[in-house]
């Protein structure tokens, strides 16, 4: 019996060094394999963002500009309101300095 497992094991040791190469290649491929994967999606990813970026970037200069524009004419409004209300209360006080004499 005793030389019947020692038997056993030189031949499992035989059959798993004959199996252990073409595993050893295998988790080797398989490895490659999903680094090649990983750096493709990298490569598509950024081929995307890149088609992606012109049309935001113009979109971002023209909201920008928008944003300029619609406070610039703000305060152009309050300028003229303020000019306006400005010459109504000169005429007011006066009129009132006016009366006051």
Do not use: H
């Amino acid at each position: 019996k005793r030389l019947q497992k020692a038997a056993q094991k030189v031949m499992n040791r035989w059959k798993n060094k004959c199996v252990a190469v073409p595993y050893a290649m295998w988790a080797l491929n398989v490895s490659e394999k999903n680094r090649l994967m990983t750096i493709a999606q990298k490569v598509v990813r950024r081929w995307n963002l890149r088609t992606v970026a012109v049309p935001f970037e113009s979109w971002l200069t023209n909201a920008q500009e928008y944003k300029r524009l619609a406070q610039r004419s703000t305060s152009v409004f309050l300028k003229w309101f303020q000019r306006f209300q400005s010459r109504a209360f000169d005429r007011w006080l006066g009129s009132a300095t006016e009366q006051m004499r």
